[in-house]
Nanobody, 123 residues
């Protein structure tokens, strides 16, 4: 049974930082591209960042470029999202997901999804 479990969310002030983790089990982790998506209240889920199987390639939404960094540790079967310079508009539930595609921003390309972790940016 495939499981993706996100941790690291919470409440942070504008300008602060958080590091999200997503631990995978039940799948050959190094064989999957990994991505982070988010969904704000009343909005559709949107792409945030993706990383290739080896970690050599990454992709970011324009809204987070230069502030967020995605990385992975295949030995630990974990993908990370380092979020810096957080803004109130980054408030959302953040999901990690796994895909057979090398690297993609398309939600429909992702086969497995976690349950999400809440990130709230507020003073």
């Amino acid at each position: 049974q495939v499981q993706l479990v996100e941790t690291g969310g919470g409440l942070v002030q504008p300008g602060g930082s958080l590091r999200l983790s997503c631990a995978a089990s039940g799948l050959s982790f190094s064989g999957y591209g990994m991505g982070w998506f988010r969904q704000a209240p009343g909005k559709e889920r949107e792409f945030v960042a993706a990383v290739s199987r080896t970690g050599s390639s990454t992709s970011y939404a324009d809204s987070v470029k230069g502030r967020f960094a995605i990385s992975r540790d295949n030995d630990e079967k974990t993908v990370y999202l380092q979020m810096n310079s957080l803004k109130p508009e980054d408030t959302a539930v953040y999901y990690c997901a796994a895909t057979f595609v090398l690297i993609t921003a398309r939600e429909n390309d992702y086969r497995y999804w976690g349950q999400g972790t809440q990130v709230t940016v507020s003073s």
